[in-house]
Antibody, heavy 122, light 108 residues
């Protein structure tokens, strides 16, 4: 059974870079069948897709965040990571990692990590 | 504003049937997936495609699609179904993934 676990600082200063890592157990990030994705949810608000990465190295980002995002994959550690630069208070949210299956006309996120709260504050 | 529109809240009497809808132009071309989220928990995947249920999801959950609207249907709603429900699909360009704003389901 595949499980995902987010890790990283819970507090980031404004204008700095938010860095999170998702560790995948029970499965391989090298699988051709899946993408690996980041999502976030500000307190009391809805879900927002951030971006995804495939084992081939291809990435796809939310256009509203594209200029500040970089995703990477470390197959040796079975991890994938998110870097979000120039953060502001608006980036304060619970950040989730999830496995993404994309069959073109339908996709789904499953499973999800438990989520990690990141607060942007000085 | 989201490219997928959901009603903010819906209520249902215990044991009755409820339909949670999600509307968007991209749904004419792409299917959606649905997620249940309870307070303080990560979302759980409940339906994908036309009407497909992952293993472990009760068969009282089903999906339907018509035109630009997809629906999550709960037949015989239980108290434990009280949660926020989100639909997800592609944006109008087809290149990016989006979520509806979520629907809070109350079971009375």
């Amino acid at each position: 059974q595949v499980q995902l676990q987010e890790s990283g600082p819970g507090l980031v200063k404004p204008s700095q870079t938010l860095s999170l890592t998702c560790t995948v157990s029970g499965g391989s990030v090298s699988s051709e069948s899946y993408y690996w994705s980041w999502l976030r949810q500000p307190a009391g608000k809805g879900l927002e897709w951030i971006g995804r990465i495939h084992a081939s190295g291809s990435t796809n980002y939310n256009p509203s965040l594209q200029s500040r995002i970089a995703l990477s994959l470390d197959t040796s550690k079975s991890q994938f990571s998110l870097n979000l630069t120039s953060v502001t208070a608006a980036d304060t949210a619970v950040y989730y990692c999830a496995r993404l299956r994309d069959n073109w006309n339908v996709f789904w996120f499953d499973p999800w990590g438990l989520g990690t709260l990141v607060t942007v504050s000085s | 504003s989201s490219e997928l529109t959901q009603a903010p809240a819906v209520s249902v009497a215990l044991g009755q049937t409820v339909r949670i809808t999600c509307q968007g132009d991209s749904l004419r071309k792409y299917y959606a997936s649905w997620y249940q989220q309870k307070p303080g928990q990560a979302p759980v995947f409940v339906i994908y495609g036309k009407n497909n249920r992952p293993s472990g999801i009760p068969d009282r959950f089903s999906g339907s699609s018509s035109g630009d609207t997809v629906s999550l249907i709960i037949t015989g709603a239980q108290a434990e179904d009280e949660a926020e429900y989100y639909c997800s699909s592609r944006d109008s360009s087809g290149s990016h993934l989006v979520f509806g704003g979520g629907t809070k389901l109350t079971v009375l």
